[in-house]
């Protein structure tokens, strides 16, 4: 654990207020959340109660606070700020991020407040020719019974035979989630930026979309499903022919964390590329890059 924790979670016990305590730290929010998370995976153990509110510590974030406090005093400096972050706990947010299943998820979603930064966090993914060519849709509470509706018709569509209980799960599928957005993908068909690139700008701004929820500490999953390919459905959400419904977005607080689950290791992605020996292959792929090179650039 960093100095820069021992001060974030003594001023959290002090303001008891997220943002307060991260300016009493002089951290950004956001960086007081990953302090706190990556203290948590430190320790094992949940050090504040969950929500996307400051609601208290748990026993053992008690026990913790206690400790470094004597920690503090004794090295005679229980308040001044220490930047001392390792690079660790920078990425910890992106390294711990999970999807969160609905039926893990409770209310609150995220409010005006909060939709605003996570939108804002996805439109600074990379896109090239700043295009976001893709948008988000938001199901309001009230509209959700008409979106259960839809959804029933799709899976009756789909499949004539569908039992009560099918029917059912469909309709929850609209109405369980705490918050409710479609990711629309809306490549540009008159931009010199290929359409490929397009649909990865769109899947960069979709996960920041869910990095900015989770180091808000909502929890977050993306589903898709046979429905987000039904074209009367799309028709009906207003996604145009030449759009894509990529995948609902559930949002909320967590309940229960997720399962663990066993992460693919950076080696199974990542090679050195090494000149062919043969002449002829060779040259070929001398020119692939001169040809990527041309067409380079950031705008
Ligand atoms: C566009 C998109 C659509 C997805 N659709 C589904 C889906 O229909 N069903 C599903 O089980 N997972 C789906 N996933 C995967 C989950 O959202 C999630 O990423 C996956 O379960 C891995 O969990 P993790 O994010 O905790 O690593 C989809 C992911 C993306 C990006």
Known sequence: MVITQFHCL?????????????????????????????AEKEFGHPIVK?????????????????TM???????????????????????????QRRSVSPKRLCAPGPGAEDTDLILQAALRAPDHGGLHPWR???F?????????DLFEDEKRRRDPLASPADLRLAREHATRPPSLLAFIVSPRARSKVPTRE??????????????????LGFGAIVLSGERCFDPVLA???????DEFLAGFVSLGSVVEAPPPRRH??????????????GAGTGARQAAEPQKLEARDSEG
Do not use: C, K
């Not at 969950?50 to 206690?66: D, I, S, V, W």
């Not at 397009?198 to 180091?215: E, P």
């Not at 992605?269 to 020996?277: D, F, K, N, R």
């Open 264 to 277: 693919p290791l950076p080696a199974q992605v990542w090679s050195s590329w090494m000149p062919a020996t």
């Open 10 to 38: 003594v001023s959290l016990a002090r303001e008891r207020h997220y943002g307060r305590a991260a300016e009493a730290s002089h951290v950004p929010q956001a960086d007081l959340l990953a302090l706190i998370r990556a």
């Open 140 to 148: 309001p509470e009230r509209q959700r019974e008409a979106l259960a």
């Open 235 to 241: 028709a009906q959400l207003g996604v145009r022919p």
């Open 50 to 66: 969950p929500g996307p509110r400051f609601a208290g510590f748990t026993p053992e974030g008690e026990r913790l606070l206690a």
């Open 69 to 95: 406090r004597q920690f503090l005093s004794d090295a005679g400096d229980p308040s001044g700020p220490m930047p001392v972050v390792t690079s660790e706990i920078v990425v910890a947010p992106l390294l």
């Open 136 to 138: 988000v849709l938001e």
């Open 198 to 215: 397009q649909w990865l700008a769109a899947g960069a701004a979709l996960g920041n979309l869910l990095n900015a929820a989770h180091q």
